[in-house]
């Protein structure tokens, strides 16, 4: 709609005021999408009969009956409904028209504002054959040109850009399209999801209301269209649920913070994904389960409970977990086995206070040893949690301050 609103306003069309929290009027929108529609039109002249009958699927003419003299609820109802249907809408298609006014852009880079959109998972991940509609100036004039390719070649290229920009969850999405076996569903439902929330937030779509129904159809298992519309973190908690023999939500969990409005407590934004993170497997298993209550429990099997420290704990077996003591302590070793055979023979030859004191005195020298290696490192076994306002980016440099064999940290994921 972006594009379409682009072309609009080059060609001068002024839209009327939109009603609060849109863009356009209902009665622009249709207009706008004309623009386009004229634009594709003219790409074909040259290329194709122009004699001939095309059936077009734009979603501004085909997503609600605006003719119609429906209300705006029905009409919400009727988009939501059709958007649910989106993957199939596109699978079936002959061809998949992709387009963006940028002058030049090939659409398959991570910078082109169609390939950012939520819905454009669905419009590409099925499409048999895709033709790139391309902006060209010629003569100071902007014309437009068709490149016709495969839909497979165009998602290669999508792919190879994703892995370019370190995106690994939409290299994961593309990867299991192209070539299935390379990628389970366990990986492929994990980026998808993270990828539509990503591009949800990325659109500022925070309420995430067409989360579920934009994923609906690209899951092995699909929703009826009549069970989704319940908000979007609902609608994404039972697509997990039905898909739950493909999918362990637990990876997911893991991953999300908590909801900042506790529609679906467990699901919040995910963390930024990072390399590695889409590779984690969980170790036990969750699955969401719908309910009548807006906020559908995780039921999790097979769970453990972890010790969690609030702080940092010195390490009291210093001299005993540290190679680089593995000297000190032999040393120690030996010199308090050579002092309780001096005192042993002390008290032997009858001087048992003598050989009393230096037995004090050897188990006193041992233990400062001990405690001296100990304020040296931390424990490093076992799970803490750090406040991040508190350590922040510096958490090497101060952990290091804390045990030198902490200056040197590995990110989870990263190796
Ligand atoms: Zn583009």
Redesign the pocket.
Known sequence: MRSAAELAREAGFVPAPAPQGREYTRADRPTISEYFLRLYCSATRSQRNPDRTEYIWLDEFCLADDQQPHNDETIAAQRSAELGRLADIFRGALQVV???H?EG???T?LE????QRLFTIAEILHAETVVRL?RRRQNNNMTAELFPTTGREFRLRMQHHAALANKWHLYAIFQHTVNAGAVPWQVAIHALVVEAIRRDEAGNFHDHKFLGTALNGLLPRRARLSDLGHSGWNDLAWLLELNQGFYNAASLAAVCSISVDNSVAWLGKPIDPAAGNERLEPVVTAFPVSSDADDPPLTIVAGETLGLRKHLKRDASGLYNNEELKGLKILSWWVAFVLVLISSALVGSGSRRSGGILYYVTAILYCIVELLAGTMYLEREGWVFLEDSLWGDKLEAKLGEQDHNLRTLTLWGSF
């Open positions: 992709v387009f963006c940028e852009c090939d659409h880079k082109c504002i169609w390939g391309t």
